[in-house]
């Protein structure tokens, strides 16, 4: 069953394939940021994200949470 949220801002992103597999996600999976950082044990970071349109902070109507593991931060 998905769980990215339906309505209000939104949670769609795409992350390399290598997190996706080590999260245990199938491939037709649809995961909000926090169930599949949950599965990860960690939160993610902008480098776990391929580069697509999609993925960038000022493309669409992103959750705050989706943009703050979108950007870089001082720990990168």
Partial sequence: MPTAPV???DEWYTVLDGVWQCAG???DNV???GCLE???NRRLVHTD???AALN???Y???SQRLLTRL???AED
Avoid: W
């Fill in 7 to 9: 309505d209000g801002p």
């Fill in 25 to 27: 996600a199938a491939e």
């Fill in 31 to 33: 995961l909000c940021i």
């Fill in 38 to 40: 949950v599965r990860l």
């Fill in 49 to 51: 994200f391929i580069s």
């Fill in 56 to 58: 960038d902070p000022d």
């Fill in 60 to 62: 669409g109507h992103h």
């Fill in 71 to 73: 950007r870089p931060t």
